[in-house]
């Protein structure tokens, strides 16, 4: 058995039913919904505003029915409702962005997976800790410009899709950054990015073995970044200032992509690092993640950041990825929350996937 995360009376509002699946309306919720769908559970979106009118257009991923308050600040307010629909709460990056890490946190419902990470991911500090002694390379850190010594990317914390990460190729260049929040200065890394999809159950008892359950790979992706996309030789951002262009780091899609066969063992043992440190420091990980880095030339594999929760880039594969394929066919991320929700539910384990 595994690390009961959730105490029985969070779980008191899901005995003798099936779990509702639901989370907010943005971002990857239509995967989340269709996923749900296809396991038969029953989902509910959460609307800021009223629901949106496009998931009429896709039947097969809109929810059974709407919750919607008018700003995001309210959901705190709807935890009977949330309790009375036996909701279960699937995290995602504008859930937890626009709720805020400590108020989604807060939120007296069941979560999917341990909401205890979502302190360790929104800052940037802490996930660097444990992602170092999990010993994961890294791109080096700065403390302050006075330290930087080559090309630099300045990141904000928390899930904001790129907005605002400043790119300097020098410590001079570094003087016209701005900051508006908490930020820190890394080290600029060539390469190729990859954005890796894992998903850790702790109730699988066979596959990749780590810690008491097992790591799947479901995909894999990399971003496509505003105005900046495809200029990646330090060079063009000079250019782009003088013609009155500001480079952005905003991502406003996803490329599929697929890693050399002979690199997934690096792959996996990153992953599993991961995974075992999190078991030490907060009680582990749930369900799905994305391992964040950039592939060397020297086939080095520097992780960058990590996100705790699904991610954008498995809207790729909805129907399923030439790596979830492997796993069982047509498998998407969502429908691999589903599926876990299910076989905790049936096994009287729901205490080890929820929080």
């Known amino acids: 058995m595994g690390i009961a995360l959730a105490s029985p009376s969070r779980l008191a509002s899901l005995e003798g039913r099936l779990p509702t699946v639901a989370t907010l309306c943005s971002h990857s919720s239509l995967q989340i919904f269709h996923g749900a769908r296809a396991e038969q559970l029953p989902t509910l979106g959460l609307s800021v505003g009223p629901p949106p009118r496009f998931y009429d257009a896709f039947p097969l991923a809109r929810p059974d029915r709407f919750l919607s308050v008018p700003k995001v600040a309210e959901l705190s307010g709807t935890v009977p409702a949330l309790r009375e629909a036996g909701a279960v709460l699937i995290p995602h990056g504008s859930f937890v962005e626009y709720l805020g890490p400590e108020a989604f946190t807060k939120l007296d ?6 909401r205890a990470v979502l302190g360790w991911e929104s800052d940037r500090r802490k996930e660097r800790d444990w992602l170092e002694s999990a010993g994961v390379s890294m791109p080096n850190r700065y403390e302050s410009a006075s330290e930087v010594d080559g090309p630099v990317i300045v990141k904000y914390y928390g899930a904001k899709g790129g907005k605002g990460f400043f790119l300097a190729k020098n ?107 999190s078991i030490e420091l907060f009680g582990g990980m749930v369900g799905p993640f994305c391992v964040e880095g950039i592939m060397t030339e020297e086939l080095e594999f520097k992780v960058f950041e990590i996100s705790t929760r699904i991610v954008a880039g498995t809207n790729l594969f909805i129907s399923g990825s030439p790596y979830s394929d492997l796993v069982a066919p047509g498998l998407s991320t969502g429908r691999r929350i589903a599926q876990e929700l299910k076989r905790a539910q049936s096994e009287g384990r729901l205490a080890e996937v929820l929080s």
Do not use: C, W
């Open 171 to 277: 410590r001079e260049a570094l003087a016209d950054f701005r900051p508006t929040g908490p930020y820190v200065i890394q080290e600029y890394v060539l390469g190729t990015r990859y954005y890796m999809h894992f998903f850790y159950s702790p109730l699988s008892d066979r596959g990749y073995r780590v810690g008491h359950g097992s790591l799947e790979l479901l995909g894999m992706d990399r971003r496509d970044e505003a105005n900046i996309d495809e200029l990646y030789k330090l060079g063009a951002q000079e250019e782009l200032l003088k013609a009155g262009i500001r480079p952005t780091f905003v991502v406003t899609g996803n490329v599929p992509v697929i890693l050399r066969e002979s690199l997934l063992g690096k792959a996996f043992d990153v992953g599993a690092r991961i995974i075992e440190r």
């Open 109 to 114: 419902v069941p979560v999917f997976g341990n």
